[in-house]
Every structure is written in structure tokens, then in C-alpha cells.
């Protein structure tokens, strides 16, 4: 390249860099972007009191700490996953009070003194639950990566239809207000819990066993 046009093509770009600068200097700060600058001072942190697998856990957490966060990073229960981190995967749920909640879309709290259970407490006297022995049986995961938010999704969702829960495809509840757990039932039932693996059919078909052995 001629020197004198590399020269010239060098106090051009430095013009316009310097110019970008100034411009940004001397335009106004919307509100919006002043709040997306990160501020150097925390929240302040909260004793709580959480009880998980029927445990009391004493923690020291920021109002803005999720509760998936608070049991993985905190308490070390890594069961529940983050997976998208957004409500969409299902990967991250647990039982709060008996109900699935996805726990990255909740703060832990708002959860002092309710009763939380994640996939390690669904075990039973240190062996694995009536759903997790279906899941082994008939092969319902692969990596495994969403199956401890299938399996708590699962156990309220049985619930949920034994105590006459209807679904978008129920046509009605029988006179014991139980519903039956038919497979495309389940499969709406469970329609926020994705396995990216493609393991619906085995999923289904477990937990269709023990809703039925149940019922």
C-alpha cells in the first residue's frame, strides 16, 4: 500500500474514532442505559432460614439470589439443573409444599418456612423412590441431565391428577374426582419438563406405571 495512502487512511480512522468518543460524551444518559451500568455495591445479604428434604438450613443470601441458585451453590444439592434458566426447560424443578415450581424463576426468600423438597429427598429411607425405580427400569433418560426435574415434576403431577387436577385435555372428572392418566394426559401433564435427548416415550411410560399402580 502507497505510505502516503496508509498514512492518510490511519488519521481518518483515528478522526472518526475520536469523533464516536465525543459524540457518546456528549449525549444524553437515558434512564434505561444508567441503569444497565453494573453498580460496585452489593444488596445486602439476609439471614434465612430454609427447610429442604425436611432439613433446616440456616443461609446468608442476597435478596436477588434465586432459590436454584440457593440449593446449588449454598446447600450443594445439584439435583436441580439450570438449564435455560428462564422457566422453559423444566430441568430446575422442585416441590415447594407439594407443587412444582421451576426454582430459577423463584427467590429462596420468599420461601422461609415452606416445605421443600428436591430429586435427593424423593429417595426413600436411602433407596431410590417408587418413581426413580421406574425410571431405572424401563430406561426413561439418557443423559439424565433433565430426569431430577422429571421425577419431581412427576410425583406432584400424580398428585395433582389423584386429587381430581384437570388438564386442557380432560373432558371431565369422575365421580372419585380422580383423573385418569392416560398417555396423552401425562404427556400434557408434563408438557413443561423438555428432554432434549427425546426420552418422551420411556418417561411416559414410567410414569404412567405408577400412576396406575396407584390409582
Given at each position: 500500500?502507497?505510505?502516503?495512502?496508509?498514512?492518510?487512511?490511519?488519521?481518518?480512522?483515528?478522526?472518526?474514532?475520536?469523533?464516536?468518543?465525543?459524540?457518546?460524551?456528549?449525549?444524553?444518559?437515558?434512564?434505561?442505559?444508567?441503569?444497565?451500568?453494573?453498580?460496585?455495591?452489593?444488596?445486602?445479604a439476609h439471614d434465612l432460614s430454609l427447610r429442604v428434604n425436611g432439613v433446616y438450613h440456616e443461609l446468608r443470601v442476597e435478596p436477588r439470589v434465586t432459590l436454584l441458585d440457593a440449593l446449588r451453590e449454598h446447600l450443594r444439592l445439584t439435583g436441580a439443573k439450570k438449564g435455560c434458566d428462564r422457566g422453559q426447560c423444566g430441568a430446575c424443578t422442585v416441590l415447594i409444599n407439594g407443587r412444582r415450581v421451576n426454582s430459577c424463576l423463584t427467590l429462596a426468600v420468599m420461601h422461609a418456612g415452606d416445605d421443600i423438597t428436591t430429586v435427593e429427598g424423593l429417595a426413600v429411607d436411602g433407596k431410590p423412590g417408587e418413581l426413580q425405580t421406574a425410571f431405572l427400569e424401563l430406561d426413561a433418560f439418557q443423559c439424565g441431565f433433565c430426569t431430577p426435574g422429571q421425577l419431581c415434576s412427576a410425583t406432584a403431577m400424580i398428585e395433582e391428577a389423584r386429587h381430581g387436577a384437570a388438564s386442557v385435555l380432560s373432558v371431565e372428572l369422575v365421580q372419585s374426582r380422580q383423573t385418569a392418566l392416560q398417555d396423552a394426559e401425562i404427556r400434557e401433564r408434563m408438557s413443561g419438563n423438555i428432554c432434549r435427548c427425546g426420552a418422551y416415550p420411556n418417561i411416559v411410560a414410567a410414569i404412567a406405571k405408577v400412576a396406575r399402580a396407584r390409582s
Open positions: 500500500m502507497n505510505p502516503h495512502r496508509r498514512a492518510f487512511l490511519g488519521t481518518v480512522a483515528r478522526g472518526s474514532i475520536g469523533a464516536g468518543v465525543m459524540l457518546a460524551l456528549d449525549a444524553p444518559i437515558s434512564p434505561g442505559v444508567a441503569a444497565a451500568v453494573p453498580s460496585s455495591s452489593s444488596a445486602a
